[in-house]
């Protein structure tokens, strides 16, 4: 039971990893606060944990808003008066050229990847400063896109190497109150990820690409998020953790 008696805030809990994870975390003990943007997935999520005797809220809302961020710390202060641990899982991606790729799209993608990161960070973290010697983390979902950019995805890529390169300055000016960390998954079988998927080629050359040749599931991104988030990684921070199957060795 490493979170018995910490208070988790999960964004884009409502599926794939964000889902995954908030399972883990109250699974051990967390009070999870699930923030997605569709109550009723969050909602299953919710109802997942409480049949494994696990507790959660769902606070539906969107992480690019301001205000709406504000409204999540003050509903986390007011029921728990702390934060132990926060994960920034909230994602989204989208294929395009650089010439097809619109100025709305590019903002689109930057805001739910990087602008929510800062945002939540810089709204939620101040739950957490206040911290009295106890082991407190962030920890930031990046990509293997963040690390090796590709073809049609040059706004996700972007946005998840400065997600990488956030994580590190936070982790700076947070220490040693907070510990922050990314996480960089490769191909994981999420929403996310379902179109492609569903494509036999596509799935091949990721099996081909990848030293583990497959492609990897929502927990087990979760049990690295869990571990970061524990104690147990007490002096972690400012670290990029990739768990790509091994894409970038092969
Ligand atoms: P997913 O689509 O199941 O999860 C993303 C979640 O974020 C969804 O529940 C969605 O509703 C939520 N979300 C999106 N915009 C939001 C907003 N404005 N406010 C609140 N919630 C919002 O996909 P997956 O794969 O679980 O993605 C989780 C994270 O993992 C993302 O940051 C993604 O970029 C990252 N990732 C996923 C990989 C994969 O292969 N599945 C690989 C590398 C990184």
């Known amino acids: ?81 702390r934060l132990d641990v926060l994960v920034n899982n909230a994602g989204s991606s989208g294929k395009s050229s650089i010439r097809d790729l619109t100025v709305e799209e590019w903002d689109r993608v930057h805001n739910v990847n990087l602008k929510s990161v800062f945002l939540v960070s810089k709204v939620l973290s101040d739950l957490m400063i206040d911290s009295k010697g106890e082991d407190r983390s962030i920890v930031n979902v990046a990509s293997l896109s963040g690390h ?13 190497s400065a997600v990488i390169n956030f994580t590190k300055a936070l982790a700076a000016e947070l220490a040693p109150g907070v510990r922050v960390n990314s996480v960089s998954p490769g191909f994981i079988e999420t929403p996310l990820t379902e179109d492609g998927l569903q494509n036999e080629r596509f799935q091949s050359a990721i099996q081909r690409h990848t030293a583990l040749e497959r492609v990897g599931k929502p927990e087990e991104i979760a049990n690295l998020i869990a571990f970061l988030s524990s104690s147990e990684a007490s002096y972690m921070t400012g670290s990029d953790v990739l768990a790509d199957g091994g894409w970038l060795i092969t």
């Open 148 to 160: 090796k950019a590709g073809a049609k995805i040059p706004h996700y890529s972007a946005s998840k």
């Open 1 to 81: 039971m490493r979170f018995r008696d910490k208070v988790a805030v999960v964004t884009g809990a409502g599926s794939g990893i964000g889902a995954a994870v908030s399972k883990r975390l109250a699974s051990e003990g967390a009070k999870v606060v699930l923030v997605g943007r569709t109550k009723e997935k969050l909602q299953q999520v919710n109802d997942d944990i409480a049949s494994s005797n696990g507790q959660s809220t769902v606070f539906p809302t969107d992480v690019t808003d301001e205000n709406a961020v504000l409204d999540l710390k003050q509903f986390v202060e007011n029921e728990f008066g």
